[in-house]
Nanobody
Framework: QVQLVESGGGLVQAGGSLRLSCAAS????????MGWYRQAPGKQRELVAT???????NYADSVKGRFTISRDNAKNTVYLQMNSLKPEDTAVYYC??????????????WGQGNQVTVSS
């Protein structure tokens, strides 16, 4: 079983910064990719950023240039540095990973979510 533990959410004023962390643990044969999604009240969950095990990244247009995703493969940990935050960034942020619990099997796992609130 794979578990994801998130930290780093909170309240910040517009223009400020936050750094989210997510560590994967358990029986992991390998990790294919890790990423972040977010969901605001009344809206569907949307992709924020992803990073592959090799370091390739993708970002939503709404956060490009402001957010940076990175990872520490040795620790199975992914980070999201959020700068120049806007009230529109307010949402519950979810960590996710596509991982291999054993050879030949790939599954998606989700963290519990962390609230990020940006005040104007």
């Amino acid at each position: 079983q794979v578990q994801l533990v998130e930290s780093g959410g909170g309240l910040v004023q517009a223009g400020g910064s936050l750094r989210l962390s997510c560590a994967a643990s358990g029986s992991i044969f390998g990790i294919n990719a890790m990423g972040w999604y977010r969901q605001a009240p009344g809206k569907q969950r949307e992709l924020v950023a992803t990073i592959t095990n090799g370091g390739s990244t993708n970002y939503a247009d709404s956060v490009k240039g402001r957010f940076t995703i990175s990872r520490d493969n040795a620790k199975n940990t992914v980070y999201l540095q959020m700068n120049s935050l806007k009230p529109e960034d307010t949402a519950v942020y979810y960590c996710t990973t596509n991982a291999r619990p054993r050879a030949g099997v790939s599954l998606d796992y989700w963290g519990q979510g962390n609230q990020v609130t940006v005040s104007s």
